[in-house]
């Protein structure tokens, strides 16, 4: 079974409810060889530079992600790059392709995990070029939390309760680096990416190392027990926006936050139980499918939601889409 179907499936049930921002790897380093492994930082570093070279926005962009990558591990291998090299380069694939709401939020968290980066002027941006969508106020969140503002932490929750969607760009970003890395594969390092396969697996990693914000503001924030009405209500709302978003991870948070926020409601609980249920069933079918890059890749740049994919797949099995009753969550899967 392809790795990269573990990258995208699997792995986000093993992060979800985490709590903390996920580590930055990639899949594909995990079936290096030792030598190789030891060399993949300078690859990625050196695949940069060269993506850094091109004029396009999706190479500026997926330069920016690899350089955000080699820095806080191996920040010799930057070549002498200055600090928040990575958010010029999302930055000017922004300016490139302002209309593209997936580099505007690739830009917006590498923005929020640099030191010293202001995030008003990106998350205006995003919110601009995706008002209905609820996670572009997520680090404003995280501030208004960071200074211990109730009033702040209050209206911003409101504000993204009333977005429409909650969308992370996850397929996009993924689709829009594995272009870049092949477009480029004649100037790469000769060992770093020798297949569609491995492009995918690193595509995968990096765009889950870049795309995936913390969700602890929010959690923290939805579950302060001095928190009023108001914001409980915002919450919910929000929560059940999550339940529907483009990636799992994002999902399972808002079946979390429900199931802490409604604990006596029987009906409510059995419901979140349900789908649940059925999506880690859907995961996990998904899994066992032998599917090549190219396959994987269409369904992802026709589907922008991770379950949706994971579905088309499902479907391609001839496999029911619903889990049986005496289906179960592993143990470790459990909600917290």
């Known amino acids: 079974m392809p790795s990269f179907m573990r990258k995208r499936c699997v792995m986000v049930l093993a992060l979800a409810l985490m709590q903390v921002t996920p580590v930055l790897a990639g899949v594909a380093h995990r079936s290096l060889s030792r030598v190789d492994a030891d060399s993949y930082p300078e690859w990625r570093s050196a695949a940069a ?6 004029d396009d926005a999706g190479s500026l962009a997926t330069a920016a992600a ?8 191996h920040p010799k291998l930057e070549g002498g790059r200055p600090p928040g090299a990575a958010q010029s380069l999302a930055v000017k694939a922004s300016e490139l392709a302002p209309n593209n709401p997936a580099i505007s939020w690739l830009r917006l968290m590498l923005c929020t995990n640099t030191p010293g980066c202001d995030v008003r002027q990106a998350a205006t941006t995003m919110r601009w070029l995706a008002a209905d969508n609820g996670a572009a106020w997520l680090p404003t969140l995280t501030q208004a939390q960071r200074d211990k503002d109730a009033v702040e932490v209050d209206r911003v929750l409101v504000s993204m309760a009333e977005g429409e ?5 996850g397929n996009r970003t993924t689709v829009m680096i594995f272009g870049a890395l092949k477009r480029a ?8 990416l020798r297949s569609d396969d491995a492009r995918l697996n690193e595509a995968l990693g990096i765009s889950n190392a870049v795309v995936l ?3 602890s503001p929010l959690i923290n924030a939805c579950r302060d027990p001095e928190a009023g009405a108001e914001r409980r209500e915002a919450c919910l709302r929000l929560s059940r926006t999550m339940q529907h978003a483009d990636m799992v991870m994002a999902q399972l948070v808002g079946f979390a936050i429900e199931k802490r926020l409604d604990p006596g409601d029987a009906r409510a609980l059995a419901r979140i139980a349900d789908r649940r249920r059925t999506l880690e069933w859907r995961v996990a079918l998904a899994n066992q499918a032998n599917i090549t890059a190219g396959a994987r890749l269409a369904h992802m740049r026709a589907l922008p939601r991770e ?3 994971c579905n088309a797949i499902v479907r391609e099995l001839d496999r029911s889409l619903h889990a049986p009753a005496d289906h179960r969550f592993a143990p470790a899967q459990q909600y917290r």
Request: glycine share 0%; hydrophobic share 40%; net charge neutral.
């Open 165 to 169: 969607k909650f969308e992370l760009y």
């Open 66 to 73: 690899l350089t955000f990558l080699a820095s806080p591990s």
């Open 307 to 309: 379950e949706d994919v």
């Open 49 to 54: 530079t060269v993506l850094a070279a091109r």
């Open 185 to 192: 594969r004649a100037q790469l390092p000769p060992h770093y």
């Open 213 to 215: 914000p913390s969700f």
